[in-house]
């Protein structure tokens, strides 16, 4: 029977949890890091009230952004919720599939989502970004890491780690653009993050008043 891609994800991540990160981020680990979250960092006043989609174990993200603001994480795997508890308690985490989240309208300042809705099957990926519109107040920001061009897939062993199964399924940047248009949200800044042969893109978009 053909595995749930959602379980691959999630089964996944518990397994090479520390092989992805460490308790202490090594800036080595990604080049493109600060840059990219200082597109959404340098707009956001104290105390803004941000989602981080995809979490992972907290670090470094939601740590540097609950730092200056009331940060949510959310991640599929328990494995990463416990680590992120334990390694930024100034923040809030909730271990669910994200496509499943209700929050009340217009409740964040922000929503980030860096390397984790490309693991969510395209399908439901368009009905994400709603939910994340609606989420958002008017003016609010959404930065996220999508893909370069189109592409689904799996990998065994990833990151080395024997058992560890990933699975990825992302649309190409045009076609992300498109949604995001469409949901009344400007793009305004971009970013390419080079990886092997191809790369993802980095988009910080703006919800339009």
Not at 66 to 94: C, W
Not at 106 to 134: C, D, T, W
Not at 152 to 159: I, K, M, V
Request: charged share 30%.
């Amino acid at each position: 029977m053909k595995k749930n891609p959602k379980d691959i994800v999630r089964q996944g991540y518990d397994k090479v949890s520390r092989a992805y990160r460490g308790d202490v981020y090594d800036p080595k680990d990604d080049p493109y890091y600060d840059t990219c979250m200082e597109m959404l960092l340098r707009r956001l006043k104290p105390g803004s009230e941000i989602l981080d989609l995809g979490c992972g174990c907290g670090i470094p993200a939601t740590r540097d952004l609950a730092a200056n603001h009331k940060a949510t994480g959310v991640d599929i795997s328990p494995v990463q919720i416990e680590r992120a508890r334990e390694l930024v308690p100034d923040a809030e985490f909730i271990c669910q599939d994200m496509t499943t989240l209700e929050f009340p309208a217009k409740m964040f300042h922000g929503v980030i989502s860096l390397y984790a809705i490309i693991h969510v099957p395209l399908n439901e990926q368009p009905e994400l970004f709603r939910k994340i519109s609606l989420w958002l107040k008017d003016g609010g920001w959404f930065l996220c890491t999508v893909g370069h061009e189109e592409w689904t897939g799996t990998e065994d062993d990833w990151l080395g780690v024997d058992g560890g199964k990933m699975y990825w399924s992302h649309a190409d940047e045009e076609t992300y653009r498109t949604w995001l248009e469409d949901l009344g949200f400007q793009v305004v800044e971009r970013m390419f993050i080079p990886e092997g042969k191809g790369g993802h893109v980095a988009l910080l978009a703006q919800k339009k008043d």
